[in-house]
C-alpha cells in the first residue's frame, strides 16, 4: 500500500480526500486539523472506557470531545458495524441542535431502511427524570418541528422525549 493507505482501504475517491500526515500530540493535532479544514464531523475511535478512566489515561477521543466545537461520532474498539440501520439525532432548540438535524438526515438519506430517532432531552435540575417513547414524543415543541421535517422528506421517524439529565 501506498503512503496514505487508509484513502486507499476505505475505497474512497482521491480527488475527494484531503490527506494530512502532522507530528505532534494526537488530541491537539485532531482539534488543530477539524479546525483548518472547518470539519462537518469528527469520527474518532474509542476504547470505551469509563469518564474517570479515560480522564485518568488521558484519552484523546475524550479530550477532543470536550475541546471541540465541531460535531463528534466515536466508534468503540471491537464493534464491527456490519450495516448502519438507524441514526439518533439529540435535538435542542440552539442552532447546533437544527444542524444536527440536518446531518443527522443527511446521514439517514443514506440508508435505505431511512429510520430516524428523534431525541429531546429537557433539562431537570431537580434530578427528577421521565420518558416518552410513544408518538406523543411530537406534542414537544423542538421534536414536532423536526418531525415535519422528516415527514416532509419522506423518512420514517419516532420521537423520544424525556427530561432529567441530557448527557446519560
Not at 6 to 15: D, G, I, Q, R, W
Not at 79 to 108: C, F, H, Q, W
Not at 140 to 156: H, M, R, S, Y
Request: glycine share 8%; proline share 5%; aromatic share 4%.
Amino acid at each position: 500500500m501506498g503512503k496514505f493507505w487508509a484513502v486507499e482501504s476505505l475505497k474512497v475517491e482521491p480527488t475527494k480526500v484531503n490527506p494530512r500526515l502532522k507530528q505532534g500530540a494526537p488530541k491537539d493535532i485532531v482539534c488543530q486539523v477539524a479546525d483548518e479544514e472547518k470539519s462537518d464531523l469528527i469520527i474518532m475511535g474509542s476504547r470505551g472506557l469509563g469518564k474517570l478512566q479515560a480522564i485518568l489515561e488521558n484519552s484523546v477521543s475524550q479530550y477532543v470531545f470536550q475541546l471541540t466545537s465541531h460535531p463528534m461520532l466515536l466508534v468503540k474498539d471491537d464493534v464491527y458495524v456490519k450495516k448502519v440501520r438507524t441514526v439518533m439525532v439529540a435535538i435542542d432548540p440552539s442552532e447546533e441542535g437544527k444542524n444536527s438535524l440536518k446531518l443527522g438526515i443527511s446521514l439517514v438519506n443514506q440508508i435505505p431502511t431511512k429510520q430516524l430517532i428523534l431525541s429531546h432531552v429537557r433539562k431537570d435540575v431537580s434530578g427528577k427524570s421521565s420518558q416518552d417513547y410513544t408518538s406523543d414524543g411530537e406534542k414537544d415543541p423542538v421534536l414536532a418541528e423536526a418531525a415535519a421535517e422528516a415527514k416532509k422528506l419522506g423518512i420514517k421517524y419516532r420521537c423520544v422525549a424525556a427530561s432529567g439529565k441530557p448527557g446519560p
